[in-house]
């Protein structure tokens, strides 16, 4: 069978891809029936201070529990969502629901959110940031925008012009999964970049791979020379916290500090203990 593809191309689809593109489908329309319904929910993972260990900001990280299927993986559902154009109605979700979230918290931390490579692509993304900072009334020097280094090369100039505008706005801008995608160096130069995420394979290997810490050191030591704010992605071990202090990483994020969870398990930390515990006691002494 022959389809109609984009532009010009004939696309030759088989049975498979048939199925294939019917799963997609099904589930795009699932995760958009989820968004309308408020099914969707975000969880928070704490990032840290190195050093104190004390929690400076979280990033928001997307859940879908299908009625069905059950929890369907971000890297699951997330390409589906960016080849069917889903992902900027969703992203916006994502960004909103943030900002109106973190906007409550009586210590005013950081959260990141992140931002598809099909986001970035459009020409009114800077002002849908705006609007929903607006809205929300969150400080944009507490939102973050994570973004990948393959996300800008597609089209860099429109990319870089986008991002010049968010910054603008006082947002910050993060790279994250640095060194697994193209010409890193390059896109620190020529992008308004605040923050570097080295990609959790790299902290993953720290203990077992010379070249995994020689390549850890040079990206901290970068960060430093850049006066860009280097934080370790997927830290699950005391050996790779001991490692990332001695190196002087800036900032940790991984199992070993915190999951993501629903914001209600981090609490004390977005609302700080003692006010809680005084709303419990007060709550208590009107309920006996
Ligand atoms: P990411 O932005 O690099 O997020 C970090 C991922 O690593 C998260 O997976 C997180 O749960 C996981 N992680 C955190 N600490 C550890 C650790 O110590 N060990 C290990 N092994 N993993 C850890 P998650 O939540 O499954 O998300 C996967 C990816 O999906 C994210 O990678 C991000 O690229 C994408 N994603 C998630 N939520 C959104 C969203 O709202 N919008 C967009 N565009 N992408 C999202
Ligand atoms: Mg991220
Ligand atoms: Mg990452
Ligand atoms: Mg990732």
Redo the contacts with the bound molecule.
Sequence with gaps: RVKQGGGNHLVFFSPEMDDEYRYKRQLSGALRHAMDENALELHY?PQCNAHSSKIIGF????RWHHPELGQV???RF?PIAEETGL?NPL?EW?MRKACEEAVTWTNPLGIA????AVQLQNLDLAQTVAGILDETGLAPERLEL?ITETALIHNASRSRKILTEIKALGVRIAM??FGTGYSSLATLQNFPVDRIKID?SFIARLMASEQAVAIVRAVINLGRDLKLEVIA????TEDQVAFLTANDCDAV????FGH?RPIADYQTTVSGTAVAAQHRSIAGIGSN
């Design positions: 993972q990033e928001a990280l997307l993986p971000p890297s997330i992902i992203g994502v959110v992140n931002l598809s994570e994250d999964d959790q992605e997927g830290v699950e994020q991984g199992y070993k993501p």
